[in-house]
């Protein structure tokens, strides 16, 4: 499903080269639960950007879903994520001026489905998540936790192969990371690929593999096979 | 290729963004709402003071008699300074420069004009032909006088519109022309009809051959007034036009060539150069503030743009991430931007011309303020400099914005 091979990345600010990613090899398949876990300066939000065709990449390659990804151009690299990719994060990125369900339905605009289609569907997606009477809702009349779900509903409306979620739990209570991890958990069962960046190690402990990442390349890998439903 | 569901998502971001919508409008619209009351006042100043130098060309020199205050060899000051066709022969032959030249005497008999059963009093006036290109009037029908009219000796006359609606009434109006009316009980020939847009008293008048007057009323051969114009001669020119004729007079009248009061001679160009001097000077300044309120109009605009796109990095991103493209993201931001301030000129424009329109319809009818008017193309013009400068002010930071790593951009640091 994904794959990267070699994979490399630095930075340049002014005369100072950052080598962030030095030669990374992973190796996800489709319906796997991953989390990658690593300390702030050990490139995992740099590996999320490039996984999520957000940035560009110097050296190695990267193939998703046996898509080569490389050299895009903005327009097709906006194609692949709209259909491919959906993302969950940490402080939900929600459009404060839309409700609930223009949220949710946000990708499909981009799809050009129509205002009334794309509302519908969202609709459904709402009642998935059990938050169907909130569809008018501004978000900010919304918990963290129904913020979450709506954020998951839209990364879910688009039906994509991935989703990818950056630290999705770091601004919720532990009770609620524990519903938004079950969710996943679920979501993953319909075969959609899960990967979760976090620091936690709770969080981490509810996935079936464990990347640690660490100065760029791949520390460890641990795999819960007692805890997999495959 | 109009697409609905684009400005769907357009009119739905602005209405719920009231403030930041209103402060772009309001920049806007304000901009160009004090740059039409600006230009508009400027232009109505200036249609007023021209107005006033209505009614005659505005190269003319009018030659007055008048009563000498110096003593001069050996004539005591307080006499009067007495005109005759002789100076208007001599003034035509000798002075270099003249284009046409008319003399004209005041009629102070009985100015009592009649048709039929119409009565009226108007101002009598003899003159020359050239008389008519000198005050600028124009013929409405028939002709003015000419050479023949005035070396024959004929009773003809040349009446003003509103003499011509005061005397001939209903069916006679057609048949003004050709038909005779009586001035001081003399019938005379109606020959033409003109108008004048000179002020008032001078359109209720009428003219008839100078040595007709002469001749059937006066019994001399005096003038009052000798009139010429100077072509295109320089005001320098035209100056030493002026001293010539004062020098000539002088010696020939026998007074002061310094007493001013002996004969007045004014010039016209003059009085005009200075009144336009000072309306160039006024329409300088009226730009200079206006194109400062247009620069206060861009600024405050390209402001607001800035930090309406930096608010919306974090929308930017979350679009970026959902699979929106750049270019969809900056187009809808510009799109939206040109419609907001595109509608606040739209709004700027019309409340300027609004209260433009309402101020000179409700105001009295002021002498130096007529019409005040915006130029329409500058204010257009301004208006959709004010989009550009809106629209480039947010392009850039919304390119910038359009561009940024998504993850980033919504990471809470």
Known sequence: MLELQGLHKSYFTGNN??????????????????????????????????????????????????????????KKAAHYRNNMLGFVFQSFNLITFKNAMENVALPLYYQGISRKKRNKIALEYLDRMGLREWAEHMPNELSGGQKQRVAIARAMISKPKVILADEPTGALDSATSIEVMDLFREINKTGITMIIVTHEKDISEKTDRIIYLKDGIIESEHIRKEMSYV | ?????????????????????????????????????LLGSGKGLENGVRNQFKGSVNNGIWISAGRTTIPFQGYKPGRDI????????????????????????????????????????????????????????????????????????????????????????????????????????????????????????????????????????????????????????????????????????SAVHKFDVEDRRAI????????????????????????????????????????????????????????????????????????????????????????????????????????FFVNPQADLRVAISATILLIFSGTFAGMFPAIKAANIRPIEALRDE
């Open chain 1, 17 to 74: 080269e950052l080598h962030v990613l030095k030669g990374l090899d992973l190796k996800i398949e489709q319906g796997e639960l991953v989390s990658i876990m690593g300390s702030s300066g050990s490139g995992k939000s740099t590996l999320l950007n490039i996984l999520g065709i957000l940035d560009s990449y110097d050296k190695g390659s990267y193939k998703l879903n046996n898509t080569l990804i490389s050299n895009l151009s903005e």
């Open chain 2, 1 to 37: 290729m109009f697409d609905l569901d684009k400005w769907q998502e357009i009119f739905a971001t602005i209405k719920k963004n009231r403030l930041r919508t209103f402060l772009t409008g309001f920049s806007v619209a304000w901009g160009i709402f004090m740059l039409i009351i």
């Open chain 2, 82 to 249: 007495k005109f005759t066709n002789e100076d208007y022969e001599r003034v035509k032959t000798t002075i270099d420069g003249i284009d046409v030249i008319s003399a004209r005497s005041w009629f102070d008999i009985n100015n009592t004009i009649s048709y039929k059963n119409e009565y009226g009093n108007f101002t009598i006036s003899p003159c020359h032909p050239s008389y008519a290109i000198i005050k600028d009037v124009q013929i409405v029908e028939g002709r003015f006088l000419n050479e023949i009219d005035v070396q024959k000796y004929r009773k003809v006359v040349a009446i003003s519109t509103i003499v011509h609606d005061a005397l001939f009434k209903n069916g006679d109006k057609e048949k003004a022309v050709g038909s005779y009316i009586k001035i001081s009980g003399v019938p005379f020939k109606v020959v033409g009809i003109f108008s004048d847009e000179g002020p008032e008293d001078e359109q209720r008048r009428v003219y008839i051959p100078i040595y007709t007057a002469q001749r059937v009323f006066m019994g001399d051969n005096e003038i009052n007034q000798i009139s010429l114009t100077t072509g295109d001669q320089t005001l320098d020119e035209v100056e030493k036009m002026v001293e010539q004729i004062r020098k000539q007079f």
């Open chain 2, 264 to 367: 007045n001679i004014w010039n016209k160009a003059e009085d005009y150069k200075r009144t336009m001097d000072l309306f160039a000077g006024i329409r300088l300044f009226v730009w200079i503030v206006g194109i400062g309120t247009i620069i206060a109009g861009i600024v405050g605009v390209s402001n607001i743009m800035i930090i309406v796109v930096k608010e919306r990095t974090k929308e930017i991103g979350v679009r970026k991430a959902i699979g929106a493209t750049p270019y969809s993201i900056v187009s809808t931001i510009i799109t939206e931007s040109i419609l907001i301030t595109a509608f606040a000129g739209y709004v700027g424009l019309v409340l300027g011309i609004g209260l433009m329109e309402l101020l000179s319809r409700a105001l009295p009818p002021i002498e």
